[in-house]
């Protein structure tokens, strides 16, 4: 099966010879300018502080989403990753283009799911149990694993809206199997009340995915065995550290993190209720935060009235978001000016109409 169509490569990029990165930003704005409504840029809140200042909407995964459901203009240029790209496609309109920076822009995360094995196992499970089984995908994942669960009536979610997505595979099969992050479908049904017993892990690098068919039978969660390099990264160590110097900061971390540390923090939530938590915490209040470095930074310059720091002493940095750059974002807006738009991913029809019931599933039930 094909996934996209008119996928091009992208052309050599500018380099530091040609232009300086203050004359970079000079053309950015002025061709923006010159193009006015027709282009719209999205950035992800991953993105390094000179994208986001071009961006002309901000967000995570689920606000862009929305965002780029409801756009008119003709050329959508998505400062994020890969699988966002894809999703921001399905749902724009088919005179819209949807624009990818960096072509290897992806997400260490998506790639450990891959349609074949998601196939290979499912085919495994269905053998183990006649249970009502319901696939659940998180956002973050190739067109193909949309279009997987949309054709066995299952959903995708964010980390926004994951509880949600999952009460309502609950009531409406016995069974769910989440894919690709393991931590997110662990620590969202372990707080949905279903104890770590009954969850089990499937990994496909291993025989029969390392589970038996009874664990099969006896399970109510199966659960991918992918995660974020970037989330997982942060420990229990770090949150305990933090308490010790100073039992007045408060943990917050995403629920990309693993188990040992979303129960160790204070908080989880999204991108999103991170960013509102601490912009409504009081003046002085002090704050470590376990997720993307960018954000934690940007959070931190923007509310100065608080202590703001990473739970980690480590530069936690998504390598592949930080591959979108200004000057290669020039590059896209350049060919967009000549009329030759480059690196567009376009999802092909068969892709789509799957996909998008399960998107559109996910928007109804959040
Ligand atoms: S932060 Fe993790 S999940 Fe998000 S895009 Fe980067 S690798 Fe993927």
Request: hydrophobic share 40%; proline share 4%.
């Amino acid at each position: 099966m094909n996934i996209y169509e008119n996928e091009q490569d992208h052309l050599p990029k500018i380099s530091e010879a040609e232009l300086s990165d203050e004359q970079v930003m000079e053309e950015l704005h002025a061709i923006r300018e010159e193009l006015g409504d027709k282009l719209v840029v999205l950035g992800h809140h991953y993105q390094q502080d000179d994208v986001i200042s071009l961006a002309d909407h901000t967000g995570d995964s689920l606000q862009l989403a929305r965002e780029a459901a409801k756009l008119d203009a003709e050329y959508i240029i998505f400062c994020g990753v890969h699988f966002m790209a894809e999703t921001a496609d399905m749902l724009s309109a088919p005179h819209q283009k949807v624009i990818l920076p960096d072509m290897n822009a992806g997400c260490t995360m998506a790639d450990m799911a891959n349609r074949v094995e998601i196939d290979r196992a499912w085919e495994n499970i269905k053998k183990a149990t006649s249970a009502k089984i319901t696939p659940i995908t998180y956002i973050n994942c190739s067109a193909l694993l949309k279009d997987f669960v949309g054709a066995n009536d299952g959903a995708i979610c964010t980390s926004s809206n994951a509880k949600k997505v999952i009460e309502w595979a609950l009531e409406h099969g016995e069974k769910l199997l989440f894919f690709p992050d393991q931590h997110l479908g662990r620590n969202t049904c372990f707080d949905l009340g279903i104890p770590l017993d009954e969850m089990i892990v499937y990994n496909p690098n291993m025989q029969n995915g390392g589970v038996t068919p009874e664990q099969i039978q006896k399970a109510k969660v199966i659960l991918w065995y992918g995660y974020c390099s970037v989330h997982q990264g942060f420990t229990k160590a770090q949150v305990e550290q933090i308490k010790k110097d100073d039992p007045e900061t408060t943990v917050i971390v995403h629920p990309e993190c693993s188990f040992d540390v979303v129960q160790a923090a204070d908080m989880d939530g999204s991108t999103s209720h991170i960013i509102n938590t601490v912009k409504n915490a009081p003046a002085g209040s002090k704050w470590a935060i376990g997720t993307e470095i960018n954000l934690v930074n940007r959070l931190a310059n923007e509310f100065s009235d608080k202590k703001i720091v990473s739970l980690s002493p480590y530069q936690c940095l998504c390598a592949t978001m930080y591959r979108v750059r200004p000057r290669w974002l020039l590059e896209s807006f350049r060919s967009i000016k000549r009329g030759e738009p480059i690196n567009v991913i376009s999802v092909s029809e068969e892709v789509k109409k799957n996909s998008l019931k399960a998107l559109e599933r996910m928007l109804k039930i959040s």
